[in-house]
């Protein structure tokens, strides 16, 4: 049966001049329905035939089961049997809860929208984007940081959507904002989240975010598994920035990117009219959640240590997010431990550190430190061998001495 504002468009539509058939393409329905509504002149009641009710005086039995086992009616039908004695056809049962399948799919698709007052959440996500960055095309991972209240972004470009990135971008949002939220709503990344039953909605958070988030006082909280609508303010903000700031721009480096990106936020994104709230992020942000943040004077960054175990290769390096690191070469074949923390790569063995190396942005690099090969036979032999003087070149007369003078020289012929 069609609702009344789908009859409203079907007489709208002939009166445009539009066909049955055509008008019932457009509507999804039969053109025989199309017919009855058109005679009718409107829309009318379903007249039934008046066939009993199998459940009649069980809807509310039929309707609780139902919910319970999720939209199953076979399971209803089995439950009905085993319990009320009644026997039916799966098919009956079907047409028996029709109306309340169409009630669950409503309630799936569903999405209310809510608006959080301020200073209550701020909303993360990671989009991908290619650009060019000199002369390489060049994957970028796009760090987006919305609040949920005024709408203000922070953008920030990494090379990797690791945890160390997920964390260093929260920590230059709470920086640009000048506070922190009350929550903070992420995705369900590996990096972050341990576990998340689908069913239960309980929520396993990664150690270190829940040591992150102590440290500056927030509170985590992940979206539904499969429901990014539940994180609608960010997931726009990712596909704004995406297509707005990044789209057909080229970069001479990676810290014109950055720059751009600072500037399009400050200039663009923070002045721009906002659809939903009518006005711009930075001048609800400034009257109103501003003061609503809590503030981050006295908080120092997170120390972002990042553990790993590797194992030494026959050419005395380690390989670290595909670039490789020297350490000494008497550890060739053992496993080692690698601590990153800021800039610098430090790594170590049986409790004693080896090597410590600045840590490289880019792929497939070699860090080589030369003392790390000292002893080594045959290492940095070209340099040795450079030094070593090259002897006179022995002329032509002396080639050709006479064999008499080499006679008197030994005392007598051979």
């Known amino acids: 049966m069609q609702t009344p504002d789908e009859v409203a468009a079907m007489l709208r539509l002939k ?34 035939r008046g066939r009993p009710r199998t459940l009649s005086g069980l809807e509310e039995w039929v309707a609780e089961r139902f919910r319970r086992h999720a939209g199953n009616a076979d399971v209803v039908r089995q439950e009905l049997e085993r319990e009320k004695g009644i026997r039916l056809t799966l098919r009956t049962v079907e047409r028996e809860v029709r109306h309340l399948r169409r009630e669950l799919e409503s309630e799936a698709r569903a999405t209310i929208r809510f608006e959080t007052p301020p200073g209550k959440q701020l909303q993360i996500d990671f989009g991908e984007r290619r650009a060019m960055i000199g002369d390489e095309n060049v994957k970028v991972y796009l760090f987006v940081a919305t609040l ?18 997920w964390f260093a971008g929260v920590e230059g949002a709470f920086r640009h904002f000048g506070g922190v939220t009350e929550e903070v709503l992420l995705d369900n990344d590996r990096g972050l989240v341990a576990r998340h039953d689908r069913v239960t909605r309980e929520v396993e958070f990664n150690a270190r975010l829940h040591a992150f988030a102590k440290h500056w006082g927030f509170r985590p909280r992940a979206c539904a598994p499969y429901r990014a609508r539940t994180k609608g303010k960010d997931e726009r903000g990712v596909g704004y920035v995406k297509k707005n700031a990044i789209a057909g721009r080229q970069f001479e480096s990676w810290s014109a ?31 109103a959640e501003a003061g609503a943040l809590r503030s981050i004077t006295e908080v120092r960054p997170f120390e972002m ?29 053992e496993t080692v431990r690698v601590v990153i923390a800021g800039d610098l790569l430090r790594i170590s063995h049986a409790g004693r550190e080896v090597a410590v190396h600045h840590r490289r942005t880019g792929r497939f690099e070699r860090v080589v430190d030369p003392v790390h090969f000292d002893g080594v036979v045959g290492f940095g032999s070209k340099a040795r061998l450079a030094t070593v003087p090259t ?17 008197r020289l030994v005392g007598g012929c051979w």
Request: proline share 5%; net charge neutral.
């Open 257 to 287: 990117l950055e720059a751009h990106l600072d500037g399009w936020t400050r200039e663009v994104a923070d002045q721009r009219v906002h659809g939903t709230t009518g006005e711009a992020p930075i001048e609800r942000f400034q009257r």
């Open 148 to 165: 949920g209240y005024s709408r203000r972004l922070y953008v920030r470009p990494f090379r990797n959507e690791r945890q160390e990135s």
């Open 15 to 48: 009166a445009l001049g539009w066909g049955v058939r055509r008008i019932a393409g457009e509507l999804g329905c039969s053109h025989m329905t199309v017919r009855r509504y058109l005679s009718e002149g409107g829309w009318v009641a379903y007249r039934g």
């Open 391 to 407: 002897p006179e070149p022995i002329g032509a007369d002396e080639l050709l001495r006479p064999l008499l003078e080499y006679e």
């Open 305 to 333: 240590a990042r553990e790993l175990v590797r194992k030494v290769q026959a050419d005395c390096v380690i390989e670290v997010d595909s670039n490789a690191y020297s350490v000494p070469w008497r550890l060739i074949g």
